[in-house]
């Protein structure tokens, strides 16, 4: 038997442009001689469809697309993961459920069970787990068909009390197939693989596995679709941030044990990179707009954002918008067309002087004879985020945010000013990661700008600023950060790995109070286990510090 894996990118609702991918790769398939293709896991809707799902609409259009879909499956099978309506009174009203579709009819339903509640996963919110399991025959063979999580149950700390597999194994299967759904972070690669592999060994399977690709708002999908052997060998892995459709013999997986050569493993920055440019692009197309505009400081914050954007988009689509005050370097703005000129992307230069000094001077009655300080910092950073919005509103820009993630942890930047914006570009990337990754764009030639790389970091918002006035230098506040938010380690674990006491009670209290600006970001690409927005979910009113 042939079996393709089908790793497509899917739009959420998007049910005519959904069904005509999948009936396109059900021809290719069957025209490279399968007899079964596998797609992912609520293919026909895209993943994940959130509250879409509480409309009756939505799965009435779930259930037409599938039996659209059938009608192609003529001399060759497929699975296809859809909601379908659960018809017992008691329990949630759905099941994430795929459908085996062979000889134009839908010949077997398998359901999911175990149900991912934590992180950006809130299935059980929708679905309701199975309890029946049964495995399907076709073509000589039992296929023992799960659904992601379903496979996940198999580590160290189980979350859940029961594994589908351990009913399926009953029957005796000839292979296991398992669509999934399976959100990016620089992490997750490897772990998919000892998980799955660990799954095969268990059971003495072969395993098929298909993940979808592309980015649905801030949650990005690599790929990465894998086949093993029963003795947990990978022999196959296919393309990372791209569609890709592979045929396999499961004769050969079965009978051929040479251990499949594992090709180089992106480092995480590699991973980071072609992620966030995938999290742009899809975006846009699936937003349905083409045009992104930026501040462009000169910073190295701003200048990785425009060229992430620029090969994303493609640099004639880039605005930056360069918005000098009278605290701004003459070699910031230089670093700042320098990098227009390298990208080759549109570029305007808007000062704010006037703006400032008339702000200035309508708030002297109010401010009285107080000095400088933070208020007036901040209505620059405002004045720069009414610049870059009325661009957005003329022109039909859409405006990309330009915060790190360390900047969004401890709160450092101003509300509707540089934290504004449609899509968090790098509010998934910390500061020094940032910098690995201008190092990276630059592999081949130099596109940021050297001195945008090595100078200090500043806001330039008050005379000789730097960001180290303020915070912690980078590499040891992104070290705490990284123990806190990704780790989960409060400060008495940290300070036992030898950072300063002080130190780490002053950043995790910064951490604390700056929840109520990140409810306010626009949604972020998560890269990390742990970024901010729907998968990390805090009180703003708490007392407790960890």
């Not at 991912?116 to 919110?125: K, L």
């Not at 396999?248 to 072609?274: A, C, G, M, S, W």
């Not at 992430?308 to 360069?322: D, F, Q």
């Not at 915060?403 to 401890?410: D, G, I, P």
Request: charged share 25%.
């Amino acid at each position: 038997m042939k079996i393709a894996l089908a790793q497509l990118n899917y739009h959420i609702g998007n049910f005519e442009a959904n069904t005509k991918t999948i009936i396109d790769h059900i021809s290719l398939a069957k025209a490279r001689g399968a007899d079964l293709v596998v797609f992912a896991e609520l293919a026909i809707c895209g993943y994940p469809p959130r509250d879409y799902l509480e409309f009756e609409d939505f799965i009435n259009r779930c259930e037409l697309a599938a039996l659209e879909i059938a009608q192609h499956c003529i001399e060759i099978a497929c699975i296809i993961g859809l909601p379908i309506k659960n018809d017992v009174l008691q329990g949630k009203d759905l099941f994430n459920a795929a459908y085996f579709i062979a000889d134009g009819e839908i010949k077997a339903i398998t359901k999911k069970a175990l149900l991912p509640t934590y992180d950006v996963f809130d299935e059980y919110r929708y679905f309701e787990p199975a309890t029946a399991f049964k495995c399907i025959d076709f073509k000589g063979k039992r296929i023992a068909l799960t659904i992601c999580e379903d496979l996940w149950n198999i580590n160290d700390n189980p979350l859940y009390v029961s594994n589908p597999m351990d009913e399926l194994i009953k029957e005796s299967p000839d292979v296991m197939i398992n669509i999934a759904a399976s959100p990016f972070s620089y992490t997750h690669d490897e772990e998919r693989i000892k998980v799955l592999s660990g799954n095969a060994t268990k059971y003495q399977l072969p395993l098929f596995y298909v993940n979808q690709v592309g980015a649905q708002t801030e949650i990005i999908f690599d790929g990465g679709s894998l086949v093993f052997d029963a003795d947990g060998s990978m022999k196959a892995e296919m393309k990372y941030f791209e569609e890709d459709l592979q045929v396999f013999d499961l004769d050969e997986i079965v009978n051929v044990r040479n251990k499949y050569p594992q090709p180089d493993r992106l480092t995480d920055i590699e991973q980071i990179h072609d992620a966030l440019v995938l999290g742009i692009k899809d975006y846009f197309a699936k937003s349905g707009f083409t045009k992104a505009v930026l501040g462009l400081s000169g910073g190295i914050d701003s200048a990785v954002v425009c060229a992430l954007a620029a090969k994303a988009l493609g640099a004639e689509h880039v605005m930056a918008v360069l918005m000098p005050s009278k605290f701004s370097s003459d070699h910031s703005v230089q670093d700042a067309l320098d990098l227009v000129r390298n990208l080759g992307c549109m570029h305007e230069i808007i000062p704010i002087k006037d703006v400032t000094d008339a702000f200035d001077t309508i708030m002297a009655p109010a401010f009285k004879d107080l000095p400088f300080n933070l208020a007036e910092e901040n209505i620059q950073a405002r004045i720069r985020g009414i610049i870059n919005m009325a661009m957005s509103n003329k022109f039909g820009y859409i405006l990309l945010n330009t915060s790190n993630k360390s900047e969004c942890a401890v709160g450092y930047g101003t509300l509707y000013g540089d934290m504004c914006g449609a899509l968090g570009v790098i509010g998934d990337v910390y500061k020094t990661q940032v910098f690995a990754l201008a190092k990276f764009i630059n592999k081949a030639q130099e596109i940021i700008p050297l001195n945008t790389i090595v100078k200090p970091p500043s806001a330039e918002l008050r005379p000789d600023q730097k960001d180290s006035d303020s915070l912690p230098e980078y590499d040891i506040l992104d070290q705490i950060l990284y123990q806190h938010i990704e780790k989960k380690q409060g400060s008495k674990a940290i300070i036992e790995q030898g950072f300063d006491e002080a130190l780490v009670h002053r950043i995790l209290k910064m951490v604390n109070i700056a929840e109520f600006k990140r409810y306010q970001t626009p949604p972020i690409l998560r890269v990390s286990p742990k970024a901010f927005g729907m998968g990390r979910r805090m009180p703003i009113v708490g007392k407790y510090t960890a």
